[in-house]
């Protein structure tokens, strides 16, 4: 559950920012005990935006804030 309401809450603030852009979530089966936020680009390439590995413990620096992941999409977008 934590995972889902965090995936939501980032979800909801990629949408907020730009509403154009599709987000899925875990359009391929997730690694076990991961948060991990990446962008694919038009041309079949992948940025990463937030990776949890090798965060924590505590488990709650596994999850990115929204914001830093918005701010890392504009980024990479520019």
Known sequence: ????????AVMAALRGAMAHLPVDIN???PRRNSFEVSLVKEDGSTVELWSGIGKGP?????????????????????
């Open 58 to 78: 505590p488990r709650k620096l596994k999850f990115p804030q929204p914001e830093t992941v918005v701010e890392a999409l504009k980024s990479s977008l520019a």
């Open 27 to 29: 359009p391929r089966p």
């Open 1 to 8: 559950r934590v995972f889902g309401r965090n995936a939501a």
